[in-house]
């Protein structure tokens, strides 16, 4: 290694081995995260645009932070901070867990505890060791310069808790890498009575059946539509090509082949009669259309759009109510020329409308549809793991205090000795002090 | 009036005679307002959890799974780990700001209630039992960890314009307060159970989001501000560990951390829409 690799490795070790430099990464990490909080993630750039300045919008959709999580910033202050733990813990956690006995100017550290003691330098000594002993401290003895030291430890096995937690923390980035890398996920819509199929699976999903309950509720604000229940029966086809029959709910997804799928959403598809001068366009009306969903009107630069399902409309007003249970539906369309919104309709169930040029509109039957989402992720068990070893890290970090006491025994006279007892711990003094005056004021009426 | 109404005004009352005694007592020190207090404080505080006791028992839905529920336990949280800090270090002195946030959120939360309506399919789950209460009990250390930051920081600034006139009312006032290093041990202390119920919330809220949504991360806006505050109380670990950053900076981080989580808790839930906002 040439001097100025040398240099160059001990600048990097220098710098990411700084917890300062970890705690400004964090900094930046939090940053970013407030960021994707408070800009709505994923949304079309018109959406900033209206949302904002226009210097903010454009700086959004530059920085990519219209999609921060998954921005270059973001996967890379993510390494960065892995990069940090791992230096840190090679070249600062590691090393620290295990500090080497060594003897310590016992007044000069500031927890410390000087007394006197009747009997000789063995007695006292073994003494103490009972005391402290007794009270979980692992006793150990050594001889430095002639003079004798007893060392004794509490928890020294705690002293691995940020190791442990650290470890976590790079298990838990391992099984999100996993996902990136093989898993797959997204939404899949099954009008009932038609199946579906994952493109990356070969598993059919038929939907038998969806039904949902909602509840009207009267609370004190007024009257309140809460949903109950969604529920999807199915039948699926694995890679075993046995057909069965499952329900997915809301919070009890189904496995098939490795890969989950959830209850999500529903809607309403419906099915046109969309005829032109009088004649049924027979692809058209064979077709059930999900909201959202639009189509070209053959022959003709006018397109016409589903936009929505209407489960009740009131009677009286012919406008849409609260009411998400299905009464007197109607559905929302909404039509263009070139491109040209012309208006958009509120159209009932068995009505009909002009769309023009000889076109009819007619929404003849409405029929439910369930929203999945699937997802394939080999790296679930990497991260709980992960989060299992990261939280038990924390947990034996912060209650667990490993502290050491260094403990000279000095005769004054043969049957007097002076004994001097002073503290160190990982956090410090502040928090071992209280403990460590008990200790004393035990240890010394022990050992007088 | 309803049993757990009845029990959450006799709370709210508690709270702030309560509050009123001790903030009193932080300033004259008078024994017999620091004994009024403390009785207050248990009894606003046992009030509280009968009272969602007895939601569960007369409505047979969990009762935390509104703003309503979900604050009034944080309140409860603050106090119930607040006794129990100050009967380990003797911390009554502080009581009076932690009894007046509890009656302030517990207010709050009234305003928010709605009478007993049946979860939503996603709500209807063994984890909300488990996830709600740890979450929220972080919440409430690290409500804790705040006040006693704000005492360590007024103490700071105060020894610093009259810590040098001995013997003034003031800097006598001053002495009766732990020394600056106690209140940054508590402090300490109280994120120390903080940071693992939240690290805890964040983990279990992801497996009950793996069972409901297909993911265990989405990043709603709830998780990312979660996820923020954990950062921020991970800095304050992380800083901790360093000697000259011990002490004044690292408690103005936790109060820092604590406005995080309000946000986190209230702004994102009434502001942000998300994955999350059936919770109010």
């Known amino acids: 290694m040439t001097a100025a690799a040398r240099q160059f490795y001990a600048e990097f070790v220098r710098t990411f081995g700084n917890v300062l430099f970890a705690v400004s990464l964090f900094v930046v990490w939090g940053a970013l995260t407030l960021v994707g909080v408070i800009v709505d993630q994923g949304q079309d750039p018109s959406i900033y645009f209206q949302s904002y300045a226009a210097p903010i919008a454009r700086a959004i959709l530059r920085l990519d932070f219209d999609n921060v999580y998954h921005s270059p910033w973001y996967v890379g202050i993510i390494g960065l901070i892995l990069l940090s733990l791992a230096v840190c813990t090679f070249k600062r956690v590691i090393p620290a867990r295990l500090p080497p006995l060594r003897p310590v100017s016992v007044e000069k550290i500031p927890l410390h505890a000087t007394f006197e003691a009747e009997g000789d330098a063995a007695s006292v000594r073994r003494?103490?060791?009972?005391?402290?002993?007794?009270?979980?401290?692992?006793?150990?003895?050594?001889?430095?310069?002639?003079?004798?030291?007893?060392?004794?430890?509490?928890?020294?096995?705690?002293?691995?808790?940020?190791?442990?937690?650290?470890?976590?923390?790079?298990?838990?980035?391992?099984?999100?890498?996993?996902?990136?890398?093989?898993?797959?996920?997204?939404?899949?819509?099954?009008?009932?009575?038609?199946?579906?199929?994952?493109?990356?699976?070969?598993?059919?999903?038929?939907?038998?059946?969806?039904?949902?309950?909602?509840?009207?509720?009267m609370t004190k604000s007024g009257m309140v539509y809460q949903p109950i229940d969604y529920v999807s029966h199915v039948t699926v086809t694995g890679n075993d090509g046995i057909p069965k029959r499952m329900i997915v709910r809301v919070n009890h997804p189904i496995d098939v082949d490795g890969t989950l799928y959830y209850q999500s959403s529903y809607g309403f598809g419906t099915q046109f009669l969309i005829s032109r001068d009088g004649r049924a366009d027979p692809n058209l009306s064979s077709r059930v259309f999900l909201e959202g969903d639009s189509f070209d009107l053959p022959g003709s630069e006018r397109s016409v759009l589903y936009e929505r399902f209407t489960p009740t409309?009131?009677?009286?007003?012919?406008?849409?109510?609260?009411?998400?249970?299905?009464?007197?539906?109607?559905?929302?369309?909404?039509?263009?020329?070139?491109?040209?919104?012309?208006?958009?309709?509120?159209?009932?169930?068995?009505?009909?409308?002009?769309?023009?040029?000889?076109?009819?509109?007619?929404?003849?039957?409405?029929?439910?549809?369930?929203?999945?989402?699937?997802?394939?992720?080999?790296?679930?068990?990497?991260?709980?793991?992960?989060?299992?070893?990261?939280?038990?890290?924390?947990?034996?970090?912060?209650?667990?205090?490993?502290?050491?006491?260094?403990?000279?025994?000095?005769?004054?006279?043969?049957?007097?000795?002076?004994?001097?007892?002073?503290?160190?711990?990982?956090?410090?003094?502040?928090?071992?002090?209280?403990?460590?005056?008990?200790?004393?004021?035990?240890?010394?009426?022990?050992?007088? | 009036m309803p049993p757990d109404e009845l029990l959450v005004a006799v709370a709210l009352c508690a709270y702030t005679l309560g509050a009123l005694a001790l903030l009193?007592?932080?300033?004259?020190?008078?024994?017999?307002?620091?004994?009024?207090?403390?009785?207050?404080?248990?009894?606003?505080?046992?009030?509280?959890?009968?009272?969602?006791?007895?939601?569960?028992?007369?409505?047979?839905?969990?009762?935390?799974?509104?703003?309503?529920?979900?604050?009034?336990?944080?309140?409860?949280?603050s106090v119930a780990i607040y006794i129990g800090f100050a009967f380990r270090y003797n911390l009554w002195f502080a009581g009076g700001f932690v009894l007046a946030l509890a009656a302030i959120f517990l207010a709050y939360g009234v305003t928010w209630y709605e009478g007993t309506m049946p979860p939503v399919p996603s709500l209807q789950s063994y984890w909300a039992k488990i996830h709600v209460p740890i979450v929220v009990s972080s919440y409430a250390a690290f409500l804790?960890?705040?006040?006693?930051?704000?005492?360590?920081?007024?103490?700071?600034?105060?020894?610093?314009?009259?810590?040098?006139?001995?013997?003034?009312?003031?800097?006598?006032w001053l002495s009766a307060l732990p020394s600056l290093p106690q209140l940054d041990v508590i402090v300490y202390r109280a994120v120390a159970i903080g940071l693992p119920l939240i690290s805890i919330g964040i983990i279990t809220g992801a497996m009950w989001a793996k069972e409901a949504w297909g993911a265990y991360w989405q990043w709603d806006p709830k998780e990312t501000a979660a996820l923020f505050s954990w950062i921020i109380y991970l800095a304050y670990m992380h800083l901790h560990t360093r000697h000259a950053w011990r002490g004044l900076r690292t408690n103005w981080v936790s109060v820092i951390g604590f406005v995080s989580i309000i946000f986190c808790y209230l702004g994102v839930n009434i502001w942000i829409s998300g994955l999350h906002s059936y919770k109010v």
């Open chain 2, 144 to 172: 804790v960890a705040f006040v006693f930051s704000c005492v360590y920081l007024v103490k700071y600034y105060a020894e610093q314009s009259f810590g040098a006139q001995a013997g003034s009312p003031v800097a006598r």
């Open chain 1, 127 to 217: 003494r103490l060791a009972d005391s402290l002993t007794a009270r979980g401290w692992r006793m150990r003895e050594r001889l430095f310069g002639g003079v004798e030291w007893s060392f004794a430890d509490k928890h020294n096995w705690a002293r691995r808790g940020v190791l442990v937690a650290h470890a976590g923390f790079v298990i838990v980035a391992a099984g999100t890498t996993l996902y990136w890398a093989r898993g797959f996920s997204g939404d899949l819509a099954v009008v009932t009575g038609q199946t579906s199929q994952v493109a990356q699976t070969k598993m059919l999903m038929r939907l038998d059946k969806f039904a949902y309950t909602i509840d009207p509720i």
């Open chain 1, 313 to 448: 409309v009131d009677k009286q007003s012919g406008m849409p109510t609260a009411d998400p249970r299905v009464s007197d539906p109607a559905v929302v369309v909404a039509v263009s020329q070139a491109g040209n919104d012309l208006g958009e309709a509120l159209v009932p169930l068995g009505g009909a409308i002009d769309l023009g040029g000889g076109w009819r509109l007619v929404p003849k039957r409405y029929v439910l549809y369930s929203g999945f989402q699937y997802r394939n992720d080999p790296g679930v068990p990497l991260v709980g793991i992960g989060a299992f070893v990261l939280l038990s890290g924390l947990v034996i970090a912060f209650y667990f205090l490993p502290a050491r006491l260094y403990v000279r025994v000095d005769p004054i006279s043969p049957q007097r000795c002076q004994v001097g007892i002073a503290a160190t711990t990982v956090k410090g003094y502040d928090v071992f002090e209280s403990e460590f005056a008990r200790l004393m004021a035990a240890v010394k009426s022990e050992s007088a």
């Open chain 2, 24 to 77: 009193t007592y932080f300033f004259s020190r008078a024994q017999w307002l620091r004994d009024v207090g403390i009785p207050l404080a248990i009894v606003g505080c046992v009030a509280q959890f009968v009272q969602l006791g007895v939601r569960f028992e007369t409505t047979h839905i969990w009762p935390l799974l509104n703003l309503y529920g979900s604050l009034s336990l944080f309140a409860a949280m």
